[in-house]
């Protein structure tokens, strides 16, 4: 049972988490570092969160936009997550971008 859980997860990572919407995705800046979306944890959920992106790729700045998570660690855990993400860089670019991004969190 749990073979066929972790192969749905791993079949459907777009469905769990992704980055949503914002001009980040409009400008179509890709994420270097690759993620994974699903993240193991203390408690099943998810966490929407508002990434603002420098022209380094680096998250200056993040804001809970939405979440079924109960516990504030395990919202703070996926925020410290989401603030290691880095973007591709470029002088191109607005000065800040933002981008919403969708995390799981499987026990």
């Given at each position: 049972?749990?073979?066929?859980?972790?192969l749905?997860?791993?079949?459907?990572?777009?469905?769990?988490?992704q980055?949503?919407?914002?001009?980040?995705?409009?400008?179509?800046?890709?994420?270097?570092n690759?993620?994974?979306?699903?993240?193991?944890?203390?408690?099943?959920?998810?966490?929407k969160?508002?990434?603002?992106?420098?022209?380094?790729?680096?998250?200056t700045?993040?804001?809970?936009?939405?979440?079924n998570l109960?516990?504030?660690?395990a919202?703070?855990?996926i925020?410290?997550?989401?603030k290691?993400?880095t973007?591709?860089?470029?002088?191109?670019?607005?000065?800040?971008?933002?981008?919403?991004?969708?995390?799981?969190?499987?026990k």
């Amino acid at each position: 049972m749990r073979q066929l859980l972790f192969l749905f997860l791993l079949i459907s990572t777009t469905s769990f988490g992704q980055l949503i919407s914002g001009t980040l995705v409009e400008e179509g800046r890709k994420v270097l570092n690759k993620p994974a979306f699903i993240i193991e944890g203390m408690t099943n959920g998810y966490a929407k969160y508002e990434l603002a992106v420098n022209r380094e790729g680096k998250v200056t700045s993040t804001r809970l936009v939405d979440t079924n998570l109960k516990s504030t660690p395990a919202t703070f855990t996926i925020n410290n997550y989401v603030k290691t993400f880095t973007f591709q860089s470029g002088t191109y670019y607005p000065k800040f971008q933002h981008v919403i991004v969708k995390v799981a969190m499987m026990k």
